[in-house]
């Protein structure tokens, strides 16, 4: 059996949202009617009612030996994992309603009682050396397309894949799996795509044909330098090797990974975009919200859960800046940056002593910006650096009570929006997810999001996230994606002239707010 049989089984069951391990595959290709056998698993498996499986040969093994003894009703199987229902995060009048949750909760510890536990673990702060040189960006490409290709290896249908160097060996029916870095899209004359391909030694042309309608939807969401699977049939001429794409394969997040929970009952509540310093930023919705945590404000429940914050993220765009954006002097309220930073220092000042605050910056901070970008300075924010905080960059990978966070602003939205077809700035999270799938926080390289060449690729997401908390989109969105917790939260700013021109309607005072320990989003309304 060749590549082709476990290309197509190992897909079948993940457009089922299931992922076969190398055994499973193996246990159901030992079998003589290999592609039945599949079929019943996945109809047992869907009748099971369970979320993502990770598909091991046990279980394969257990699904085909019940059937084989019992007529009748669907044997049932044990799920591996419990069943996570993808929820909304529910509302403000739903928290409200939901009074028995709250008896149980009350006995909770508050988070005034338990001690912090931050840990950053990757952070370009303090860490910046590039000389932004011509080969620190040839390093740069080299190094995010090894740490990308040896996450697309690890995939059961890409642990094959050859060097391209080696596919003139390959012509033919068999069909062959790459790993390249898309140098160039181009439409050809006859309405086909082709993608310019390259690994560390090769490249090739790799030709998506017009008929083939799920292939070409699959390839307009491909951006140049990003990395990809490419499985196709090989035509070699006298040039470079052609491939004839079959499939294109993103490197995605694992399917089946557990949920890490908090010891504690800590919550953190996740913010960003505040834009302090702009006549649109809500001060008195600010207002509300710190008085919510200060305990004195909203009903029992809602009181109960402002005892339990721990952290406070705030992920970029604190002020609102200077010269951000055409005509916004026309918008401030303070024109002068240190004394915006002063401004959002004295607000934060009045978040209980005992939360952490975690501030990242944006693309209004006054920090460089090209990404990674390292925490806002010092010497102009020294009243952020006074508080209980700590000043990571952007992106920031940080844990926060055991719960790992990948905070990350949200720029690279603007050019990934412009670029691939589905994505709009009213929906948040469509784009958060779109960058888990590609593994990488700035996959379009020379639109709006300046990239700056380090010894390593920080926009890389290597490690997968517990939560992944963008902003810059002034749109609230929650989303539960391979159980991560997709957050973008929103603003505290009204709409601007920028906004308006873009077609951008904010979504201002809404909070979610992540309990660490049962991973539930509450939202509190403060508009
Ligand atoms: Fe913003
Ligand atoms: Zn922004």
Not at 106 to 128: N, Q, W
Not at 158 to 172: C, Q
Not at 302 to 328: C, N, T, W
Request: hydrophobic share 40%.
């Amino acid at each position: 059996m060749g590549f082709m049989d476990d290309a197509s089984l190992v897909r079948r069951f993940m457009d089922a949202d299931m992922q076969l391990t190398l055994d499973a595959l193996d246990a159901l290709r030992k079998r003589e009617d290999t592609g039945a056998a599949a079929e019943r698993v996945l109809v047992s498996l869907r009748e099971m009612g369970g979320r993502p499986f990770l598909i091991t040969a046990d279980l394969i093994t257990k699904i085909l030996k019940e059937e084989n003894i019992e007529t009748g009703p669907t044997p049932s199987v044990p799920p591996i994992r419990p069943s996570v229902p993808e929820v909304e995060a529910p509302t403000e009048r739903e928290i409200a309603e939901k009074a028995p949750e709250f008896a149980r909760t009350k006995v909770k510890l508050r988070a005034s009682e338990f001690e912090p536990r931050v840990e950053v673990f990757k952070d370009i702060t303090g860490r910046s050396y590039t000389e932004g040189k011509l080969k620190d960006f040839v390093n740069v490409f080299r190094d995010r397309y090894e740490r990308l290709s040896r996450i697309l290896r690890k995939r059961v249908d890409l642990h094959d894949a050859v060097p391209i160097s080696s596919l003139k060996n390959f012509e033919g029916r068999e069909l062959v799996k790459v790993i390249g870095m898309v140098s160039e899209k181009r439409d050809t004359s006859g309405g086909h795509v082709v993608l310019e391909i390259e690994d560390l030694n090769g490249r090739a042309s790799a030709w998506v044909f017009k008929g083939q309608r799920k292939l070409m939807q699959k390839s307009a969401e491909v951006v140049v330098d990003e990395v990809v699977g490419i499985a196709g049939n090989v035509r070699s001429g006298d040039r470079a090797p052609r491939l004839f794409v079959r499939d294109i394969i993103w490197p995605d997040l694992p399917i089946a990974r557990e949920l890490s929970r908090a010891e504690d009952p800590a919550c953190a509540a996740l913010i960003s975009d505040l834009h302090i310093g702009s006549e649109m930023f809500l001060e008195d919705v600010f207002m509300k919200f710190v008085n919510w945590l200060q305990g004195e404000t909203g009903n029992a429940q809602q009181q109960e859960l402002a005892s339990r914050v721990k952290y406070l993220v705030v992920a970029g765009d604190i002020v609102d800046g200077v010269g951000v954006y055409p005509q916004q002097e026309e918008e401030l309220l303070i024109n002068d940056i240190i004394k915006q930073y002063d401004a959002a220092a004295k607000l934060l000042a009045q978040v209980p002593e005992h939360i952490t605050i975690i501030i990242a910056p944006g693309n209004h901070d006054a920090v460089r910006p090209s990404e990674p970008q390292p925490a806002i300075p010092k010497d102009i924010a020294g009243g952020l650096y006074d508080l209980n905080s700590v000043m990571v960059g952007n992106p920031a990978w940080v844990s926060l009570h055991g719960v790992n966070f990948l905070i990350y602003h949200g720029r690279s939205f603007d050019d990934l929006i412009a670029t691939m077809p589905g994505l709009n700035r009213q929906k948040s999270t469509p784009s958060m997810i779109k960058l888990l799938q590609k593994r990488h926080l700035a996959p379009v390289y020379g639109g709006r999001t300046a990239i700056s060449p380090e010894q390593q690729d920080y926009l890389v997401i290597e490690k997968v996230p517990d939560v992944f908390h963008c902003g810059h989109m002034h749109v609230y969105g929650y989303e539960r994606y391979r159980n991560v917790e997709v957050v973008n939260s929103g603003t505290f700013q009204e709409t601007t002239i920028f906004m308006r021109r873009l077609g951008v309607k904010p979504t201002p005072g809404i909070v979610p707010v992540l309990d660490l320990q049962t991973r539930k989003v509450r939202v509190i309304h403060f508009a």
